[in-house]
């Protein structure tokens, strides 16, 4: 049987993690630089339609995330991490599903 589609994504978060963990000292954590390289190879668009390109999101979803504040994110911090820009990502969709309606709609 073939993964999923979901799976197949899931797979490709973990191993994503891993591979960018291994760019520096611990292999089970990122740091903020093996962080914003994850994010802006990965998800480029993702990040540019959130306007969360700015180095200065990034260094805030760290700190948000580092709840142990070892300056470094295990793979729970990081499930926090996504959580937080799927949300985000989310809520974008119902925009443009809402601003989308309403142009069809006259309702602008």
């Known amino acids: 049987m073939r993964d999923t ?5 899931l797979f490709q978060i973990i191993h ?4 960018y963990a291994a760019r520096e000292g611990d292999l089970e954590t990122l740091s903020l630089e093996e962080l914003k390289a994850l994010l802006m190879d990965n998800v480029p668009r993702f990040m540019d339609s959130l306007g969360r390109k700015e180095p200065y999101f990034i260094a805030e979803l760290f700190r948000e995330a580092d709840k142990d504040k070892d300056n470094q994110i295990c793979f729970d911090e990081f499930l926090h991490i996504l959580g937080r820009l799927l949300r985000d990502y ?4 119902h925009r443009q599903l809402c601003a989308h309606y309403c142009t069809q709609h006259g309702l602008y």
């Open 16 to 19: 994503s993690y891993h591979q």
């Open 90 to 93: 989310h809520l974008q969709y």
């Open 5 to 9: 589609a979901v799976e197949e994504s």
